[in-house]
């Protein structure tokens, strides 16, 4: 699999894929009153936040990454004890 240029991964190059919540009154109101992680994401949700793995399908399905490199990324940072201040992760993307 792959060539010389991607060193026989199959992959070429990196492709930033974020996650963003913006915060609106609703999403503050509901800090503010102690609302858990997953009733916060439900309604980021319905208000059009996608999460990372949304965006890496998104990538996967215009070809530009794999099924398998969305797995390990957005696992490991599942995974991972992180700092707010961390950097996104970065999907490999396909070529070469």
Do not use: W
Not at 8 to 26: Q, S, W
Not at 39 to 67: W, Y
């Amino acid at each position: 699999m792959g060539c010389d240029e991607c060193r026989g991964t199959g992959f070429h190059g990196r492709l930033g894929v974020y996650e963003l919540l913006v915060l609106d009154d609703e999403l503050r109101r509901m800090m503010h009153e102690g609302a858990s992680e997953a009733k916060l994401l439900i309604a980021a949700q319905a208000n059009g936040m996608s999460t990372l793995r949304d965006e890496c399908l998104d990538r996967v399905h215009d070809g530009s990454t794999t099924v398998e490199e969305v797995i390990r990324v957005t696992l490991a940072r599942q995974t991972e004890s992180t700092d707010a201040g961390d950097e996104p992760d970065a999907a490999t993307t396909t070529g070469g």
